[in-house]
């Protein structure tokens, strides 16, 4: 019997990357699968392939930082699916750029995805999950959200407030029997930084992780596998995942 038989995830921003990833290692693990994002076309590959592995599937087209899509989805999983025992706030944008840039649109953008958009979500998978007495939230967020540095003040000023929400999350829900972990990774190869508009900012990231060997999303969902698949006694509050030779 597969670790996460029985179980249902759902993932926020699996149409690629991390979440992607981390959908296809939940599924491999017995789960069924909710994947949420934009883009629904890149979800419906996604959802052939794991099919295709003999796993079960609900791709939902979401706007995270429409609180009204971020609950339906939750009410749509728990309609279809029957439960939610897991969701991944995963959903993230880092659009990088010295403050005194002044991209007001991208500060807001980064909020409402990030932290909005991850406390919609929750908030809705909250109250399945007190009902069940059982669940567990995985909150994305980064190295970005112990340091920062030039140009990432403001997408780590999100990436903190994961931090600060997440373990505010758990204290508030020892009693439900509710697991809460944060996963902090390093970096990773994924798209995330293609929608930089700044091209100063672009540059130095794009640099950085060209100089190393940067993590693959394969290995963050392998961290979110492991905290899921722990007994329910287990909190795994915390992970912190880099490429070997990022310092
Ligand atoms: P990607 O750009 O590959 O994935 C981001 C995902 O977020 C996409 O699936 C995108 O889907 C989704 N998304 C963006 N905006 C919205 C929205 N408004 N509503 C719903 N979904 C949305 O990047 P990663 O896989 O790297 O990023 C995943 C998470 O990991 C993010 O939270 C990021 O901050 C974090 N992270 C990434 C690191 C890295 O180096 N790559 C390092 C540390 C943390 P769509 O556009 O289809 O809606």
Request: charged fraction near 25%; hydrophobic fraction near 40%; glycine fraction near 6%.
């Given at each position: 019997m597969a670790k996460l038989d029985g179980k249902v995830a759902v993932i926020t921003?699996?149409?690629?990357g991390i979440g992607e990833a981390t959908a296809e290692a939940l599924a491999a693990e017995g789960a069924s699968v909710a994947v949420a994002a934009r883009r629904k076309d890149r979800l419906e590959s996604l959802s052939q392939r794991i099919e295709g592995n003999g796993g079960r599937v609900l791709t939902v087209e979401c706007d995270v930082t429409d609180e009204g899509q971020a609950h339906d989805l939750i009410r749509q999983v728990e309609r279809e699916l029957?439960?939610?025992d897991i969701l991944v706030n995963n959903a993230g944008v880092m659009l990088l750029s010295?403050?005194?840039?002044?991209?007001s649109d991208e500060w807001r953008q980064m909020f409402d995805v990030n932290v909005l958009g991850l406390l919609y979500a929750t908030d809705a998978a909250l109250e399945v999950m007190k009902r069940q007495q059982s669940g567990h939230i995985v909150n994305i967020s980064s190295v970005a959200g112990r340091v920062t540095n030039p140009s990432s003040g403001v997408y780590s000023g999100t990436k903190f407030a994961v931090n600060a929400i997440s373990d505010g999350l758990r204290k508030e829900n020892v009693d439900d029997h509710l697991r809460v972990t944060v996963i902090e990774p390093g970096?990773?190869?994924?798209?995330?930084?293609?929608?930089?508009?700044d091209d100063e900012a672009k540059d130095a990231i794009e640099g950085m992780v060209n100089r190393m060997d940067p993590l693959q999303s394969e290995d963050v969902a392998n961290a979110i596998a492991y905290a899921v698949t722990?007994?329910?006694?287990?909190?795994?509050?915390e992970i912190l995942i880099k490429p070997t030779d990022q310092a």
């Open positions: 921003g699996a149409s690629s029957g439960r939610v010295r403050i005194d840039k002044s991209l970096a990773v190869a994924t798209e995330l930084t293609e929608h930089i508009s722990q007994p329910a006694r287990v909190n795994v509050d």
